[in-house]
């Protein structure tokens, strides 16, 4: 038979399913994927169970129900000072990956540049590749994943249709400041060029840190597409339940790329994730708060076993570099030893960058701290035993080399 798509067919298990298939097997703590392992508030369930029996559960509109619609733009408004037209420039999306992906539909044609930075989400670079678009990678290093300002403008040009920009970012932590988002800006005005902003974890920020949407910035508004996440800010992963916004031109097109993928969400959860989004402002500072101590306590854990732990101001998730171990394999095979003699599952922070590039770095591990307070303590007590279990023995074989 001839053969399938090949990009889709070239792509390996990812190493998301790898990692916790050994959680499983070893009987790990899985602290690899980053969902939390807590129900999201009570109030929000019973309004989505409330609203199947209402009978409203044919098809909502394309775009998204007017109440939740409404919803998105009032929060806009409320956190970030942006206006919105609910009518015209938010779309509801079938999650924030759809979001992303329906959003760069609108946007490139085939051999348009895009700027991404690594480490990245997995998805950016699959779909961008699907769609045809020549990708720029600029790596952030560690450990504080300052803006590169030389090599991001070396990545633009006169065919930059976009910037892919994540913030607070996956898998390191990261928030950008104004002072990086003003420098992307003044490129994306340099080179008439847009910005697709995955802002997931928007109300994920711990101490100092606060995030500050791209689209805040003066002359940003007409050029940049927003998403966010009722998953991330209500602890809802299953419900995927995303929201675009846009000027309104990009958001049409935004909506015509939904309709080919999923057409529409739930209408129920939409309804949901309506009242959630009008919640007080309080409940968003106690989930920061939350996750904030959940971060300190693995970050402690992490220190006094023995890695060095860098710093995350940001998103579900903490890298901790092994080299101070000692270990002699690299990120994945640290990862894979630490489930089957640890007991505990994270993910090797090389599995964020594109595998066909050079130099990767093979030094860090990511954690999820999306967790409760238990299973953090219980995977804290079992990393104290990290040295002793991976490295006493790896280290007795590269002394007799």
């Known amino acids: 038979m001839k053969p399938a798509n090949s990009l889709l067919s070239g792509l390996p298990t990812t190493i998301f399913s790898v990692i916790s298939a050994l959680a499983v097997e070893h009987r790990a703590i899985n602290l690899g ?11 929000m369930v019973d309004a989505a169970a409330d609203a199947l029996r209402d009978g409203r559960n044919q098809y909502p509109p394309l775009a998204g129900l ?5 919803a998105v733009a009032r929060s806009n408004a409320r956190f970030y000072g942006i206006t919105v037209d609910p009518a015209r420039e938010v779309v509801v999306t079938c ?47 560690p450990p504080h994943w300052d803006l590169p300002r030389a090599e991001l403008a070396a990545a633009f040009g006169p065919r930059t249709k976009a910037i892919l920009l994540n913030t607070p970012m996956n898998p390191t932590g990261k928030v950008f ?29 711990f101490g100092a840190a606060r995030h500050l949407p791209l689209m805040t910035l003066p002359g940003m508004q007409e050029r940049t597409i927003r998403i966010g996440s009722a998953g991330k800010s209500f ?5 995927k339940v995303g929201y675009v916004t846009a000027p309104a031109p990009l958001a ?33 500072h106690q989930l920061a708060d939350g996750m904030r101590g959940a971060r300190d306590t693995l970050a402690d854990g992490l220190v006094r076993a023995g890695l060095s732990v860098l710093p995350s101001d940001g998103s579900y998730f903490l890298i901790a570099d092994i080299a101070p171990l000692g270990f002699a394999g690299d990120d994945v095979a640290f990862c894979e030893q ?3 003699d640890v007991g505990v599952a994270a993910i090797p922070v090389s599995a964020f960058y594109d595998s066909r590039g050079t130099d990767i770095p093979a030094r860090y591990v990511r954690f999820a701290f999306c967790k409760k307070a238990e299973v953090i303590a219980g995977a804290v007590a079992r990393l104290q035993s990290v040295r002793e279990r991976l490295c006493a023995g790896n280290l007795a074989e590269i002394q007799k080399r």
């Open 252 to 284: 049409d097109l935004v909506t015509k790329a939904h309709q080919l993928l999923t057409f529409t969400v739930a209408p129920n959860l939409q309804r949901a994730v309506a009242m959630g989004l009008d919640k007080d402002t309080a409940y968003f």
């Open 177 to 205: 400041t104004r002072d990086e988002l003003e420098f992307i800006a003044g490129l994306l005005v340099q080179h008439d060029a847009y910005a697709v902003c995955d802002e997931v974890y928007e109300h994920l920020t």
């Open 338 to 340: 630490m489930i089957r």
């Open 95 to 141: 999650g924030a990956t759809e979001a992303i992906t329906a959003s760069l539909m609108a946007l490139v044609n085939r051999g348009d540049e895009v700027v991404v930075f690594e480490p990245l989400y997995d998805t950016y670079v699959p779909v961008l590749e699907m769609l045809g678009a020549v990708v720029r990678k600029v790596r952030l290093a």
């Open 235 to 239: 602890s809802m992963t299953g419900w």
């Open 33 to 43: 994927q980053g969902f939390p392992d807590t129900e999201g508030p009570a109030d």
């Open 66 to 70: 007017p109440e939740l619609r409404g």
